[in-house]
């Protein structure tokens, strides 16, 4: 895969540089967290009109026809602001599920209205037992003589304050026979929409609890065949997980040039501290953990590109393990090399640890990531040593 960007490429990332440079200073996302109304409908604009919303999206629908790597630089760039407009929710992880699932009647009706920023959609597919698997799934959908009904939670839907729609995973019942496979749904939003609760996540930004208690459903609603719905998450958790990661690099980055710049002014015996050599050891480790989380993101990219299945997941299971690992650790330490300042909620430093935390939550944890490919690397030994 060639990582070399592109004159259009190279523009789509300067006009995100800009954007966050100018119009995201840290005090102005201060304001929009504390408003607690899960992002500025401005922004939102914003997005859309620049085109960052249509980015990856089919040119058939609406899109732009870009690939994960614009995505990615997009996110990339807002890792560096905190932004807290639901991009990842709803712009990627709900619109690559739908871009996957969907009909070519329901991509016309809503994937031009994702890219234009009209309307929005969530994806409901995480519960309490799942830990961010998407085959682990207990919601139920019971089929009747006019549809559907809904029953089950979600939990951690991403940018569902101003959802319009969802789209839900369930295993159907019908005449008391369960499903094997998953099924997606399309669900309103709003006041004819589900039971929600707002969940304040640790970093400012929000999620949602969704309950489904025989919520009706018309047999429309059926988002792509019945039971094939897994593979539609797969892809659209991908692509969620790369733009989390490309997020979380742009964080590290800005986080070390912040604390670059404090011990250029912070002076102890007369000197300034960016000139004792202990500081500047743990400022190459955080430079090299950046540099390795990079190569992991390309690493990710190149897998959605070039590989598919069983391989392609367990790339980004590793990126996801290495890079929400890496993230904490330098965020941390970048807290540290602040002293009691970094502590501060005026401080910006602090709150990209604070994101960095509840990225690692997000699709699993390292700790689930790592656990999944250590299964994996045993069970490919036990294969070989069956063939020896």
Same mark, same amino acid.
């Given at each position: 895969?060639?990582?070399?960007?592109?004159?259009?490429?190279?523009?789509?990332?300067?006009?995100?540089?800009?954007?966050?440079?100018k119009a995201y200073a840290f005090e102005t996302r201060s304001a929009i967290v504390k408003a607690a109304e899960g992002g500025s409908a401005e922004n939102w604009r914003t997005f859309a009109e620049n085109g960052w919303l249509a980015a990856a999206l089919p040119e058939a629908h609406g899109g732009l026809g870009g690939t994960v790597l614009d995505t990615a630089l997009i996110a990339q760039q807002f890792g560096r602001a905190l932004v807290v407009e639901p991009y990842l929710g709803c712009a990627v992880l709900a619109a690559q599920t739908l871009a996957a699932a969907g009909t070519p009647d329901v991509k016309d009706a809503l994937l031009s209205a994702l890219a234009d920023g009209s309307e929005r959609v969530a994806l409901a597919y995480s519960e309490a037992s799942s830990r961010g698997d998407p085959a682990i799934v207990q919601t139920l959908a019971i089929?009747?003589?006019?549809?559907?009904?809904?029953?089950?939670?979600k939990t951690?839907?991403?940018?569902? #304050?101003?959802a319009d729609? %969802?789209?839900?995973? @369930?295993?159907?019942?019908?005449?008391?026979?369960?499903?094997? +496979?998953?099924? &997606?749904?399309?669900?309103?939003?709003?006041?004819?929409g589900p039971a929600q609760q707002t969940?304040?996540?640790?970093?400012?930004?929000? #999620?949602?609890?969704?309950? %489904?208690?025989?919520? @009706?459903?018309?047999?429309?609603?059926?988002?792509?065949?019945? +039971?094939?719905? &897994?593979?539609?998450?797969?892809?659209?958790?991908?692509?969620?997980?790369?733009?989390?990661?490309?997020?979380?690099?742009?964080?590290?980055e800005r986080a070390i040039e912040i604390t670059a710049e404090y011990l250029k002014v912070r002076k102890q015996f007369g000197v300034p501290i960016a000139s004792f050599q202990a500081l500047q050891h743990r400022m190459a480790d955080m430079a090299a953990e950046l540099e390795l989380s990079r190569s992991m993101l390309y690493?990710?990219?190149?897998?959605?590109?070039?590989?598919?299945?069983?391989?392609?997941?367990?790339?980004?299971s590793q990126g996801k393990a290495f890079i929400g690992r890496a993230a904490k650790w330098v965020c941390a330490q970048a807290i540290q090399l602040h002293g009691g300042i970094g502590m501060t909620e005026e401080y910006a430093v602090g709150h990209y640890f604070?994101?960095?935390?509840?990225?690692d939550i997000l699709f699993g944890t390292s700790d689930q990531h790592e656990a999944a490919n250590a299964a994996a690397l045993q069970h490919a030994l036990?294969?070989?040593?069956e063939l020896v």
């Open positions: 895969m060639n990582f070399n960007l592109n004159d259009e490429q190279k523009m789509l990332e300067d006009s995100v540089r800009r954007f966050v440079d089929r009747d003589k006019d549809g559907y009904r809904l029953e089950g939670a951690l839907v991403l940018g569902a #304050a101003h729609w %969802f789209i839900v995973s @369930a295993r159907i019942v019908d005449d008391g026979r369960q499903d094997e +496979g998953i099924s &997606l749904f399309l669900v309103p939003a709003g006041s004819s969940l304040p996540l640790h970093d400012g930004t929000q #999620a949602a609890e969704l309950t %489904f208690a025989q919520f @009706a459903v018309p047999a429309s609603a059926l988002l792509g065949e019945r +039971g094939a719905g &897994l593979d539609a998450l797969r892809f659209g958790l991908s692509h969620g997980m790369t733009a989390l990661c490309a997020e979380l690099v742009g964080a590290m690493a990710m990219l190149a897998a959605l590109e070039c590989e598919s299945g069983k391989a392609q997941q367990l790339t980004l604070k994101r960095a935390v509840v990225a036990g294969a070989q040593t």
